[in-house]
C-alpha cells in the first residue's frame, strides 16, 4: 500500500487536489476554477461536466508528483454540500446545470410549504429547514420545471458533488455519504435512511438516488490514474473541516470562512434539535454509528469580496483588503448586510437582499471595504447569540478557510465574539479533514482521535476591544440588518428563468 492520500477538495468557485503524507504534511496541491453561471437573479448553476474534468486535471497532477498510482493510499473526497447534480446512468453525463447551494429558486415553493405548516414535521425529521439552499427543494423545482429530467425513467441518476465524482471515478458506482444525504431534506436524521414521505413530497425518485454510506470506509475503487485505488473518505466540506480541526469532543467548535461562512458545534451522538433556527446535521458517520453537529450557515462571506472585487470593482485583489480596513479607525457609520444571496441563519430569509447603509460624505472606500469585513464578525455574532440560546455556547472558536489568513479578520472575530479565537498554522482543514477519514478508511489510523495527529499548532487571537466600543458597533448592525430582513418579509420575490 502507498503512503500517501489523495484529497479532492471541490469547491464552489474552484476544485483541487492536495497529496497528504500520514504526518498531516501537504506535499503539493493543484487547483483549478470553475465558471459560476447566473441566469437570472438569485439563480446559480455550474456545469457538472466541467466540475468532472477540473477536478480529475487535479488529480491527475498530484498522483504524478506521488510517482503514480502505486504511491497513494487512499483517495478522500469532500465537496461543496446542497449543489446537486443530474445525470444518465446510461451514458454518465449530466442531462441537466447543476443547481448550486447558493441557488434561490426554489424560494416561492419553500415559502407556500411553510405557509402550508409543512416545516415543523420537515425540521422534527431532517433537523432541517425548508429554505432553497437544501437539495430537496432544488430537485422539487428541476423535477417540476425541466423537461429534459421528464420520460428517462430508471436511467436518471440523482447525487451531491461527491456522490457524481464517485461515479465518475469508478464508473458507476452511486453512493453518499451520511454527512451529504443529511443536507438533501430526504434523510431521516435519526434513522439514517431516505424518508418515503420526504421523497413524496420534494418529488425525488428513490431510484435516482445513491445508497448512503458511511464517511470512512472502502467504498470503490478508481483506475483512471494508472493503478488501482480505493475512495476511503467521504464527507461534505463543513464537516470535513470540524473533523480537520479535531473537533472530536461534544461542544468543540469550529467556523469555516470560504465562499460562505459556517459554524458547526459537535453535539455528540444523540440527534440535536434547535428552537432557534438553527440546523441539526451529521457530522461523521462510522461503523454505521452517527455523530451529530448543530449548525449556522452564513451564505455569503469570501463571496462578498469577490463581488467588491470582481463586479463593482471596488478593489483589484482580496489581500488589499486588510491594509484598506487598518487604514481607517472604525467603519465611520458604514454597515455592509450582505445579503447577495439571501440571508441564512439566524434569519432564514432567502428573498433579503443586501444593502450598505451610514453612508455620507466622509465615507470612502476603505470605509465600505471595512464594513465588508466586519460583516464576518456581526453575522458571526447572530449566530453565537442563537447557539447560546439552544445551550451551545462557545467558549472559544477554532477558524479556518481563505478569508482568515486575514489578520484583521482574526482579530475582529475575537473582539466582537468576545472569546478566543484559534487559527491553524496550517488553514485548510477541509482538506485534512477528508483526508484523516480516507486515513481511518484504509486503515492506516485506527480512529480519528489517531488521525487527529495530522493537525498542527496554531495561532490563538484574544479579545481587546473595549466593551462599550463593541456594543455600539453590534447596535449599528442590529439596526441594519433589521432594514433589510423587513423588506424580505414584506413578500418580495426571486425572479424564475426563462
Same mark, same amino acid.
Given at each position: ?51 468532472? $474534468? *477540473? @477536478?480529475?486535471?487535479?488529480?491527475? /497532477? ?6 503514480? %498510482?502505486?504511491?497513494? #493510499?487512499?483517495? =478522500? ?26 441557488? $434561490? *429558486? @426554489?424560494?416561492?415553493?419553500?415559502? /407556500? ?6 416545516? %415543523?414535521?420537515?425540521? #422534527?425529521?431532517? =433537523? ?26 430508471? $436511467? ?49 425518485? $428513490? ?17 483512471l490514474f494508472g493503478g488501482e485505488i480505493p475512495i476511503c473518505g467521504l464527507a461534505g466540506d463543513q464537516q470535513a473541516a470540524t473533523i480537520g480541526q479535531a473537533c472530536l469532543e461534544r461542544g468543540d467548535t469550529k467556523a469555516t470562512y470560504g465562499t460562505g461562512a459556517f459554524v458547526l458545534t459537535n453535539a455528540g451522538g444523540t440527534p440535536p434539535s434547535s428552537r432557534n433556527r438553527l440546523l441539526a446535521t451529521v457530522l461523521w458517520q462510522l461503523g454505521g454509528r452517527r455523530t451529530y453537529a448543530i449548525e ?203
Open positions: 500500500m502507498g503512503e500517501h492520500i489523495l484529497v479532492i477538495d471541490e469547491g464552489t468557485t474552484s476544485t483541487r487536489a492536495m497529496l497528504f503524507a500520514p504526518s498531516g504534511k501537504c506535499l503539493g496541491s493543484h487547483s483549478a476554477d470553475l465558471a459560476q453561471h447566473y441566469p437570472g437573479p438569485g439563480l446559480v448553476e455550474h456545469d457538472a461536466g466541467e466540475i468532472w $474534468r *477540473r @477536478s480529475l486535471e487535479c488529480a491527475m /497532477a498530484m498522483v504524478q508528483q506521488a510517482g503514480g %498510482a502505486q504511491a497513494i #493510499a487512499a483517495i =478522500g473526497i469532500t465537496n461543496q454540500r446542497e449543489t446537486i447534480v443530474f445525470w444518465d446512468k446510461t451514458t454518465g453525463e449530466p442531462l441537466a446545470p447543476a443547481i448550486v447551494w447558493q441557488d $434561490r *429558486r @426554489s424560494a416561492a415553493m419553500c415559502r /407556500a410549504w411553510r405557509e402550508a405548516g409543512e416545516e %415543523a414535521g420537515v425540521q #422534527a425529521r431532517t =433537523g432541517l429547514l425548508l429554505d432553497p439552499y437544501f437539495s430537496g427543494t432544488k430537485i422539487a423545482w428541476a423535477m417540476r420545471n425541466w423537461p429534459q429530467l421528464k420520460g428517462v425513467g430508471d $436511467r436518471l441518476a440523482i447525487g451531491t458533488i461527491e456522490s457524481w465524482l464517485v461515479w465518475k471515478l469508478t464508473g458507476g458506482l452511486h453512493v453518499t455519504d451520511a454527512t451529504n444525504a443529511s443536507r438533501t431534506l430526504l434523510m431521516g436524521l435519526g434513522s439514517g435512511g431516505w424518508s418515503d414521505g420526504l421523497l413524496d413530497m420534494f418529488s425525488a425518485p $428513490r431510484d435516482a438516488l445513491p445508497e448512503i454510506v458511511d464517511c470512512a470506509g472502502r467504498f470503490g475503487t478508481t483506475r449556522g450557515s452564513v451564505f455569503v462571506a469570501g463571496s462578498l469580496v469577490q463581488w467588491l472585487r470582481d463586479s463593482v470593482k471596488l478593489i483589484e485583489t482580496a489581500q488589499e483588503t486588510e491594509a484598506l480596513a487598518r487604514s481607517v479607525k472604525d467603519n465611520g457609520g458604514v454597515y455592509l448586510v450582505p445579503a447577495l444571496s439571501g440571508l441564512g441563519a439566524p434569519w432564514w430569509e432567502p428573498e433579503a437582499r443586501a444593502a450598505i447603509s451610514g453612508l455620507s460624505f466622509a465615507a470612502t472606500r476603505a470605509h465600505i471595504v471595512r464594513a465588508a469585513l466586519e460583516a464576518m464578525a456581526h453575522q458571526s455574532h447572530d449566530l453565537k447569540a442563537a447557539f447560546a440560546a439552544d445551550g451551545a455556547d462557545w467558549s472559544r472558536l477554532r477558524i479556518d478557510g481563505g478569508m482568515v489568513t486575514n489578520d484583521w479578520i482574526a482579530q475582529d472575530l475575537a473582539d466582537i465574539l468576545a472569546i478566543p479565537v484559534d487559527r491553524p498554522d496550517f488553514a485548510e482543514t477541509t482538506a485534512l479533514g477528508a483526508a484523516m477519514l480516507a486515513g481511518v478508511g484504509c486503515g492506516m489510523f485506527a480512529d480519528l482521535e489517531e488521525a487527529a495527529r495530522m493537525r498542527g499548532a496554531g495561532l490563538t487571537f484574544e479579545p481587546r476591544l473595549e466593551p462599550d466600543r463593541r456594543e455600539a458597533r453590534l447596535a449599528g448592525w442590529r439596526s441594519a440588518v433589521t432594514s433589510v430582513v423587513a423588506p424580505a418579509k414584506a413578500g418580495m420575490t426571486v425572479a424564475q428563468p426563462g
